[in-house]
């Protein structure tokens, strides 16, 4: 038979969804009712917004969570929390939860950029960014290439981000958080803004979206060295950088200038993956240099680096039903080379 104590128990542990402190630790679970002859329960529960979206998802999990422990019925009522609770834990709460770029952040930002478009940069994000999930790493992705944004397209994401009181959670795929500029504007609209602008939105994906916990969160970067790319320079002066290239020796002087930034504002670049490396005959098995030889190593000498992987040209197997055109299955022979890619990532920045 269920009692005050039981359910007081049970509720506890449950976190308060803005202060982000269990209910038994704040004292707001203010009333435990039992009707026994119906087995109905009723709780009065204080918490720090009322008529929130965070309400009702606390709502559910304490009716799931008395009906386990064996109520017929529950009724719950909910009151704002005294101020004098509000303001102490507030001013806990503004000092621990500074978000992604406080200094005590444990996520791991690395930054993909190129010197062209065309090379596959972004196709190369995603790839890492699903590889790193499947190594079982907490991802995040930005989509910061702002004007060319395709991250959504390629992954084959068709729904959008929500909106939860005043916070945007990003869209889960294949296990990879992500956001894009492409959730934002309407039919594929171009996007006609100036640097300061392109900063704020920027800025707003790192403060205003829910990424939880993240062990590393890859932005897929516009290619050159322009606005967006000298921004997450300012604001992320720990960031780890991968530049992409082709072999062509032209694409590997301009990644050059891209890594050189890199290299004078302090990031450290973790190495260079020289993408449309050969194409490989499926008859005879014979490499074709389509785009030359050697860019992707004189790159990685010149920035004082390694070369990360050498990507061919190939095409992802596409499953109709779960549609990501751009997307490596584990056991394709690319998607090998990803989770290779991945794995002296996670080594070189966790030291295993």
């Known amino acids: 038979m269920l009692t005050e104590q039981n359910i007081r128990d049970v509720l506890g542990g449950l976190q308060e969804p803005f202060l982000h402190k269990a209910l038994g630790e704040l004292g707001a679970i203010e009333e435990v009712k039992i009707k026994e002859e119906k087995n109905h329960v009723s709780v009065k529960i204080q918490i720090a917004k009322t008529g929130t979206a965070e309400q009702l998802q606390l709502q559910t999990q304490i009716v799931n969570l008395l009906k386990e422990a064996g109520a017929a019925t529950v009724g719950i009522r909910f009151s704002e929390l005294p101020e004098a609770v509000l303001s102490q834990y507030r001013a806990s709460v503004t000092e621990e939860d500074k978000g992604l770029l406080s200094p005590d952040s444990k996520t791991t930002f690395i930054a993909i950029a190129s010197g062209k478009g065309g090379v596959g940069k972004s196709t190369v994000s995603v790839n ?87 062990d590393y969160l890859l932005l897929d970067l516009p290619p050159g ?18 530049v992409v290239t082709t072999p062509h020796p032209t694409a590997a002087f301009v990644a050059a200038r891209a890594g050189a930034m890199a290299l004078k504002t302090n990031h450290e670049i973790l190495g260079v993956i020289e993408n449309m490396a050969y194409f490989e005959s499926k008859l005879t098995g014979e490499k074709e240099y389509v785009f030359g030889q050697g860019g992707g190593e004189k790159l990685a000498d010149e920035l004082r680096t390694k070369v990360l992987g050498q990507l061919p040209l190939a095409q992802p197997d596409w499953n109709e039903d779960d549609f990501a055109p751009s997307v490596y299955q584990e056991d394709h022979k690319l998607g090998k080379i990803y989770r290779d890619i991945a794995e002296k990532v996670v080594n070189s920045l966790e030291g295993k």
């Open 128 to 214: 890492l960014a699903v590889s790193l999930a499947r190594l079982g790493k907490k991802v995040g992705l930005i989509d910061a290439d702002i004007y060319g944004f395709s991250v959504p397209d390629m992954m084959g994401i068709t729904e959008r981000p929500v909106v939860r009181g005043e916070r945007i959670i990003p869209v889960d795929r294949f296990g990879v958080k992500v956001i894009s500029m492409g959730f934002f504007v309407e039919d594929n609209s171009p996007i006609i803004w100036r640097g300061p602008m392109l900063g704020k939105m920027l800025n707003s994906f790192f403060n205003e979206v829910e990424w939880g916990e993240l």
């Open 225 to 242: 060295t322009g606005d967006v790319a000298l921004d997450v320079h300012t604001m992320l002066p720990s960031c780890k950088e991968i």
